[in-house]
């Protein structure tokens, strides 16, 4: 798992965007996990995904001399998935754990992660037992996803159907996450995909300490076409069974307007059978070229071969054990393993 001659040291990856309120209580929530685990080193890796309101200076101002950290700034809004793998690729530890800048995750999780992780555990997925939002319509759709999303992925079985909400990643997947280029992910699915021994553990979720969740319902649309379309062959089936139905729809439409006229003894609805075809055959249509649009925009968006992210400053705070100097050190994405191109271009 890691060198028995050293202590391990786990790194604390929270991606946060315009969380200026919540910052005294993350580098609290920070100290208290380092209390908790007196046999463990810790790192805070903090990626401040283009704020407005200043979080990442702030965060550099809240932490202490006894705080390890490195803050990353983006050039702008990337998206937290985009804002977790930059956190993989720069940080130091034999694992690394994800949690969410508002303080929805108890001290608690960090024990349960890090015994499996000893345990030999690659990856520990986090399940919420207690929702912060148990009901409402959002949260209801949200859980039909997680599920339907777990039976047809091409993901292995261990992948939790409730959907994941944290994990813990050991530094075998982090090395392997580091080369994945796919601009438009899924992370989640991407650990999972690995097929490292997988196991999870059980939370109950807090309410957000300040601030609305910037999770927006746009996000989320477009979270679920980058999982199929990644992960999952099923959209395509979805769109020949839509086919075969719809070709069926009309065939039966025109042959019920002609059986009508033959019993009757009148002419057949010319105009009714014409609309009918059309209209069922151009709504096929324009779906499954819609589905095979999403397909060809994410491939040409790889194709492109743009940055997932961009560092515009990256910021040492203390340093680890052994390692010089103190104090807060800007650092040239560049030099930093696992980021490559201009300005810590998040790809290889």
């Not at 990256?314 to 201009?342: H, K, W, Y």
């Amino acid at each position: 798992m890691t060198d028995q001659t050293r202590r391990p040291l786990v790194s604390i990856v929270v991606p946060a965007y315009d969380e200026a309120p919540n910052v005294a209580g993350t580098v609290e929530l920070f100290r208290q996990i380092k209390q908790s685990q007196p046999d463990v080193d810790f790192e805070l890796v903090l990626i401040d995904d283009g704020s407005s309101d200043g979080t990442a200076d702030l965060f550099v101002a809240a932490l202490g001399e006894n705080d390890v950290a490195r803050v990353a700034s983006f050039s702008r809004n990337f998206g937290s998935h985009a804002g977790v793998s930059a956190g993989f690729a720069i940080c130091r530890g034999d694992c690394a754990i994800t949690l969410s800048a508002d303080l929805q995750e108890p001290v608690e999780v960090i024990d349960r992660f890090l015994n499996e992780w000893r345990a030999g555990s690659d990856i520990v997925w986090a399940i919420r037992s207690v929702r912060s939002v148990p009901k409402g319509l959002a949260n209801k759709l949200a859980m039909k996803f997680n599920d339907f999303f777990a039976k047809h992925a091409d993901l292995p079985d261990s992948y939790p159907k409730a959907g994941p909400s944290q994990m813990l990643v050991s530094r075998p997947v982090l090395d392997v996450i580091n080369q994945m280029p796919e601009l438009n992910r899924n992370l989640l699915g991407l650990v999972a995909w690995t097929g490292f021994k997988q196991t999870t553990v059980a939370f109950e979720q807090k309410p957000r300490a300040a601030n609305d969740s910037k999770w927006t319902t746009s996000k989320k649309i477009k979270l679920v076409f980058d999982s199929f379309i990644a992960f999952s062959i099923m959209p395509i089936f979805l769109m020949l069974f839509a086919g075969v139905i719809f070709t069926g729809i009309g065939l039966l439409t025109v042959f019920g307007f002609l059986l009508g006229a033959l019993i009757t003894l009148s002419a057949p609805n010319a105009i009714g059978i014409i609309v009918g075809v059309v209209l069922f055959c151009t709504g096929a249509n324009l779906g499954c070229t819609g589905m095979l649009g999403q397909y060809l925009y994410r491939a040409g968006d790889d194709a492109r071969r743009r940055p997932l992210y961009i560092i515009r400053q990256l910021r040492d705070i203390n340093s680890l054990a052994g390692q010089s100097p103190q104090g807060v050190v800007n650092v040239n994405p560049l030099d930093v393993p696992g980021l490559s191109g201009v300005n810590g271009l998040g790809r290889r």
